[in-house]
């Protein structure tokens, strides 16, 4: 079955990088994305990746996917206290999968 | 104002009583979900619908239902509370034209607390 998996705690320092990392089950799936959920809010699409990229960059932030361990990350560079939030891995086959979300601390 | 608006925001109840959470959304967008999200275990999918005549269930469907009473309205139901369903519900449309990457928008979402 569609199964992703994220672990739960991230806690890096200002101006340090993070790696949020994510391991999904199904390999047909044609997009996998992060959604970023900050507090008394709800879901924001962050970035997205398609299925046939191994990396994509946006500003601060690099996914990259690997397809053959089925393994996708997320890096922030120079993280500020502001990217504190809840990160979600999810991952697209027909209908969203979401993980159970990495919550990213950033301490100044 | 939001595209996506859930009501109510914030509910308390008790065990066995009916609960009804609403959304509504102007983004004009036919597909439309029901997650509930608890620590620790992210989000999952209780119903979804394409369109106004189609409904779902989702990986947890069994203590809800849902009606789609117009594009721009799905409305989820707890017929008989209970309090393993304490949880922050969110409501989510999609739009599958050409070009979609199967982005969900979400409402701000409402806290359902069951004693």
């Known amino acids: 079955g569609e199964d992703v998996e994220q672990s739960l705690f991230l806690s890096v320092r200002e101006g340090d990088s993070s790696v949020i990392n994510c391991t999904y089950t199904?390999?047909?799936?044609?997009?996998l994305y992060w959604y970023k959920q900050e507090p008394g809010a709800g879901l924001q699409l962050l970035t997205y990746?398609?299925?046939?990229?191994d990396m994509k960059q946006d500003q601060r932030l690099t996914v990259l996917l690997n397809k053959k361990d089925k393994h996708l990350s997320l890096r922030i560079a120079d993280t500020q206290t502001g990217d504190s939030a809840i990160y979600f891995c999810?991952?697209?086959?027909?209908?969203?999968?979401f993980g159970q979300g990495t919550e990213l601390s950033v301490k100044p | 104002d939001a595209d996506v608006t859930q009501t109510p925001r914030n509910r308390i109840t008790k065990t066995g009583k009916r609960i009804m959470l609403e959304c509504s959304q102007t983004?004009?967008?036919?597909?439309m979900y029901w997650y509930r999200q608890d620590p620790g275990l992210g989000l999952r999918l209780i119903y979804y619908?394409?369109?106004?005549?189609?409904?779902n269930k989702g990986e947890i469907s069994d203590g809800y239902s849902v009606s789609r009473q117009a594009q721009a309205k799905f409305s989820l139901s707890l017929e008989s509370a209970i309090p393993n369903q304490t949880a922050l519900y969110f409501c989510?449309?999609?739009?599958?034209?050409?070009?979609?990457?199967?982005?969900?928008?979400f409402g701000e979402g409402s806290r359902l607390t069951v004693l």
């Open positions: 989510a449309t999609s739009d599958p034209r050409q070009g979609w990457t199967g982005e969900l928008f």
């Open positions: 990746i398609f299925s046939n990229m």
């Open positions: 199904d390999s047909s799936s044609t997009y």
């Open positions: 983004k004009g967008h036919d597909r």
């Open positions: 619908s394409f369109d106004v005549k189609d409904i």
């Open positions: 999810a991952e697209s086959t027909g209908k969203l999968i």
